[in-house]
Nanobody, 125 residues
Framework: QVQLVESGGGLVQPGGSLNLSCAAS????????MGWFRQAPGKEREFVSA????????YYADSVKGRFSASRDNAKNTVYLQMNSLKPEDTAVYYC??????????????????WGQGTQVTVSS
């Protein structure tokens, strides 16, 4: 069993930045493909980013490409999502997720086996 805990969310003005963290326990992070998803009120959960087990490959939704950057530190069992140039439409609860599959990238929610509880990101002036 893998436990995931997100942190780093908050309120930020348009154009600002946030860095989300996701701490994993229960299994070595290097065994897992990691993903970030988000869910805005009244909308379905959507894919944001995925990062391969070694961290050598990343994949992003078109809506965040060039603004968000995923990274991981397997020694610390932590993955990160650096979010720059934030827009009001980025407002959502952000979730990290872990997949036991070796396939990459994984963009569907059903491809992930473990989920965190989420952290709220609000972009507003």
């Amino acid at each position: 069993q893998v436990q995931l805990v997100e942190s780093g969310g908050g309120l930020v003005q348009p154009g600002g930045s946030l860095n989300l963290s996701c701490a994993a326990s229960g299994r070595a992070l290097g065994d897992l493909v990691m993903g970030w998803f988000r869910q805005a009120p009244g909308k379905e959960r959507e894919f944001v980013s995925a990062i391969a087990r070694s961290g050598s490959s990343t994949y992003y939704a078109d809506s965040v490409k060039g603004r968000f950057s995923a990274s991981r530190d397997n020694a610390k069992n932590t993955v990160y999502l650096q979010m720059n140039s934030l827009k009001p439409e980025d407002t959502a609860v952000y979730y990290c997720a872990a997949s036991r599959s070796q396939l990459f990238p994984r963009v569907r929610t059903t491809s992930y086996d473990y989920w965190g509880q989420g952290t709220q990101v609000t972009v507003s002036s």
